[in-house]
């Protein structure tokens, strides 16, 4: 393979993206990247026309064809996105809220009984 020529554009992965990529088009509706609804009628060379982005790129690793690695995108939010990795995508920390953390819900210095 040469070095311009993708996993997923020739050889072994071909098939296997192929086929995920029609299943992200007909059952995604959204950009993974900006998170706005995605046209699927509207056709390339218009920058909002929907690709596929790898969420992590074949290039820091990221699996060519794996359905798990692809997402609907604009063409212009993945292009812009290039092969950067995003924060977003990394597992976040779930946060604990004690007793004593929990937000005002209502303020009780104003409450009158009424009995």
């Known amino acids: 393979m040469r070095n ?9 992965h071909r098939a296997a993206y192929e086929r995920n990529r029609k299943r992200i088009l007909i059952t995604q509706r959204v950009c ?12 390339s060379p218009n ?3 929907p690709c596929i982005d790898h969420i992590i790129p074949i290039s ?11 997402q609907l ?14 924060k977003n995508n990394e597992p976040k920390e779930k946060v604990i809220l ?4 929990l937000p005002l819900s209502r303020d009780w210095t104003k409450y009158r009984s009424k009995l």
Request: hydrophobic fraction near 25%; include cysteine.
């Open 73 to 86: 995108a604009h063409w212009t939010c993945n292009r812009q996105k290039s092969d950067k990795l995003f």
């Open 60 to 70: 820091k690793g990221g699996h060519p064809s794996d359905i798990e690695n692809l």
């Open 32 to 43: 993974g990247i900006c998170g706005k609804p995605v046209d699927r009628s509207i056709k």
């Open 4 to 12: 311009n020529e993708r996993a997923d554009h020739k050889g072994a």
């Open 47 to 49: 920058p909002l026309a």
């Open 98 to 101: 004690g007793n004593r953390n």
